[in-house]
């Protein structure tokens, strides 16, 4: 599915339109529409851990947000070999809207959520 980007995504400010695609039920790849070289992986944190925190007012504006159900949550994740040893960023979600087809990133911040890192190692997650 193709999202419009309303805010920029940190350090590729020059993407305005996104193709997600589920891998499977714990991950999915986001592409750049006008360069498919840019990619991301993400993850389902809540397949993971619990999970919740307040969208700011700004995002929901920027989205439009008008029912929760509408919305999907995913986080950047950094792969490395060994798979567990990738990194998960907890603190800069990607908030899909489904229902208008557009993203934005949003920026938690370490001293409202102390317990969601930048950088947690997927195996943190997994059983050995």
Known sequence: MKFEVKSQILGFE??????L???DELFSTLRGTQNSDISFTLINPNRLREYSFDVSAST???LDIKDENDL???NIVVIQNPLDESKINFQAPLIFNKANGTVAQE?????????????ESLKTFTKA
């Open 14 to 19: 020059n993407i305005n339109e996104v193709e």
């Open 21 to 23: 695609s589920e891998v």
């Open 60 to 62: 929901e504006a920027l």
């Open 72 to 74: 999907m949550v995913l």
């Open 107 to 119: 920026i938690l911040g370490i001293q409202n959520y102390p317990n969601f890192g930048f950088d």
